[in-house]
Structures are given as C-alpha cells and as structure tokens.
C-alpha cells in the first residue's frame, strides 16, 4: 500500500528565506508525483506536476525535483515571501491517476 | 468555463439526516474524483468515475455513501444517516485524457460538512 510522508509538518521562518519541503513515498511505482498549494479552508491548487521519466520541475521561484528509486521528492521554494504562507501538499499519482496525498506541510512566513 | 463547482460550499446538519453534495466538472474532463479531508490530514481518495462509469470506489466509501455520474457529467455524493464523523472538507476534482493537460487534475473549492 502506498503511503506518503511530508516532513515537515510545520515551518515557520522568517521572509526572504529559501526553504525546502520534503516528501517521501513507499512504492516507486508511480505514473507522477504532484505539489499542490491550500489554503485555510479552501481547495487544491496545482504547482507543478512532474512526470516519472522527469527530475524536476520549474516555476517561477517554485522547483520541485523527483527521485523515483529512492522515493523523495523535494518542493524548493526561494526567496519566501508572506504570501507563500499555506499547506502545501505532496500527492503521488498511481492508476486511474488516483493520488495518494501526504498529510502537507504548514508554511507560515512572517515578515 | 470557470472551473470544477461544488454546491453547497458549506452544510451543517444534524446527526442522523441525509446530505448530498454535487459536483460539476470542467465541461470537456472525462474524468472525476471524490477525495475527502478532515483536519490536518491530506485529502483521501473516496472514488472516481470515467464518464459515467463508477470504476473504483475505496474502503472509506461506506454503504451509507453513495455516488452518482448519470450522465457523464456533473456527479453527486450521497451521505445517508451521517455520523459525526462524517464531518469534513468533500473534494471533488476532474481530468481529462486527451493532451494537452492529460492527466491533470483539477479540483473544485470543497463542499464543507459539519454533522452536529
């Protein structure tokens, strides 16, 4: 059974920081490996999607890297700013492209 | 198109009563998933339909949820006799599998249950 590991579970830093997010998974077999973004109380948003032929992914300062065999992937984000403050989530994509989501990260950056 | 709709954003009930919540897909998705959230968690998987055909269905999904794509198009998620428990975000998301953005999901704001 798939399971999905996000460490941190909260992190809290100060504005202008470059910050990583960790996320791990127990079964290599994955057709993608996906961050999404959320807000209190609001639904997902999409970040980057990384296919399982691809590295890593690229997005403004958001860079997202993938490591099949070992299971991990890494959301990087540089230069936070307060309106990074989020959950952000990890999900891996397996058949029917049904994801398996980790419990997410809370990022709060203050100024 | 505006995106995956959810209705009602919000539902408070009493324990016991039936509560359904529907789901409109981006019109050309093919594809579309319930996940359900509760505090601090990541969403999970409750099932997912390919046009109107419900092909998978997780061990969440009890024999008092029941979910509907008549048509191959907007869907609905029944809670009968709900239990306390029940309580949470319900996510609904779709996809398509034709390029471009094959395989991509996209998902609406919630639909948030609250059984008193």
């Known amino acids: 059974k798939q399971e999905v590991t996000q460490i941190p579970a909260a992190l809290s830093v100060p504005e202008g920081e470059n910050l990583v997010l960790n996320c791990s998974f127990t079964d290599s077999a994955i057709y993608n490996l996906q961050w999404f973004r959320q807000d209190p109380g609001k639904g997902l948003t999409s970040l980057l999607l990384i296919q399982s032929s691809q590295r890593e992914q690229t997005s403004g300062r958001l860079n997202a890297s993938l490591d099949k065999s070992s299971g991990r992937s890494t959301l990087y984000i540089a230069a936070s700013q307060p309106g990074d403050s989020a959950t952000y989530l990890c999900a891996v994509i397996g058949g029917y492209n049904k994801l398996i989501f980790g419990a997410g990260t809370r990022l709060a950056v203050h100024p | 198109d505006t995106g995956v709709s959810q209705d009602p954003r919000h539902k408070i009930t009493k324990r016991g009563q039936n509560v359904t919540f529907r789901c409109d897909p981006i019109?050309?998705?093919?594809?579309l998933y319930w996940y359900r959230q509760t505090l601090g968690q990541g969403p999970e998987f409750l099932t997912y339909?390919?046009?109107?055909?419900?092909?998978?269905k997780s061990r969440l999904l009890s024999d008092r949820f029941s979910a509907e794509r008549p048509k191959g198009s907007f869907s609905t998620l029944e809670i009968q006799r709900t239990e306390q428990g029940d309580s949470a975000m319900y996510l609904c998301?779709?996809?398509?599998?034709?390029?471009?953005?094959?395989?991509?999901?996209?998902f609406g704001a919630g639909s948030r249950l609250t059984v008193l």
């Open positions: 998301a779709s996809s398509t599998d034709r390029p471009p953005g094959a395989n991509v999901l996209t």
């Open positions: 019109s050309e998705h093919n594809r």
């Open positions: 339909f390919q046009n109107e055909a419900q092909l998978e």
